[in-house]
T-cell receptor
Framework: AQTVTQSQPEMSVQEAETVTLSCTYD???????LFWYKQPPSRQMILVIR??????QNATENRFSVNFQKAAKSFSLKISDSQLGDAAMYFC????????????FGTGTRLTIIP | GAGVSQSPSNKVTEKGKDVELRCDPI?????LYWYRQSLGQGLEFLIY????????KSGLPSDRFSAERTGGSVSTLTIQRTQQEDSAVYLC??????????????FGPGTRLTVT
């Protein structure tokens, strides 16, 4: 079974600065996706960024980028130019490309933005 | 178009009572998932529906939990004889189809269940 570990329960960053959230995972599969989701107080899970395991190039979406280290099974999220609206819970998730394609989540990191 | 909707938004029930939680997926989405988010935890998979195939119930924590999906659209998660440990946020997600993970899952706002 796959597992996802987020070792930082809470992080804080000064507005306009850069912060990196860590995630490691364990799997024996070679074909999978990794995701970062954002969950604000509204509870709505919002997809921030995705990475396909077969792609060596790290994914980027505007101020959000990942550092995907497949051999190390590491998938960190970097948020540049942090904004107040980035404050939320961030979840790392794994999805196999086989079977029911369910998402396996880490326990989350609560990100606080300091004005 | 409309996103995934869930009702009720919040539900408070007494221990031992049955509850029904509803999910309306995005129109045309054939795959539907239920997840549970307990306090301070990530989401855990409960059950999965794909088209007219038999559901994958491998994540259901006990036989008090069941779910159905009528007409390939609306889904209802039922918890019988609720216990305090059932208190959590129940999230529903839908996606277009299974295609080597190409399609993302879109989440609803969840139902917060409190068992007193």
């Amino acid at each position: 079974a796959q597992t996802v570990t987020q070792s930082q329960p809470e992080m804080s960053v000064q507005e306009a600065e850069t912060v990196t959230l860590s995630c490691t995972y364990d799997t024996s599969e070679s074909d999978y996706y990794l995701f970062w989701y954002k969950q604000p107080p509204s509870r709505q899970m919002i997809l921030v960024i995705r990475q396909e395991a077969y792609k060596q190039q790290n994914a980027t979406e505007n101020r959000f980028s990942v550092n995907f280290q497949k051999a190390a099974k590491s998938f960190s999220l970097k948020i540049s130019d942090s904004q107040l609206g980035d404050a939320a819970m961030y979840f790392c998730a794994y999805r196999s490309n086989f079977g029911n394609e369910k998402l396996t989540f880490g326990t989350g990191t609560r990100l606080t933005i300091i004005p | 178009g409309a996103g995934v909707s869930q009702s009720p938004s919040n539900k408070v029930t007494e221990k031992g009572k049955d509850v029904e939680l509803r999910c309306d997926p995005i129109s045309g989405h054939t795959a539907l998932y239920w997840y549970r988010q307990s306090l301070g935890q990530g989401l855990e998979f409960l059950i999965y529906f794909q088209g007219n195939s038999a559901p994958d119930k491998s994540g259901l924590p006990s036989d008090r939990f069941s779910a159905e999906r009528t007409g390939g659209s609306v889904s209802t998660l039922t918890i019988q004889r609720t216990q305090q440990e059932d208190s959590a946020v129940y999230l529903c997600a839908s996606s277009l189809a299974l295609m080597r993970g190409r399609y993302e899952q879109y989440f609803g706002p969840g139902t917060r269940l409190t068992v007193t």
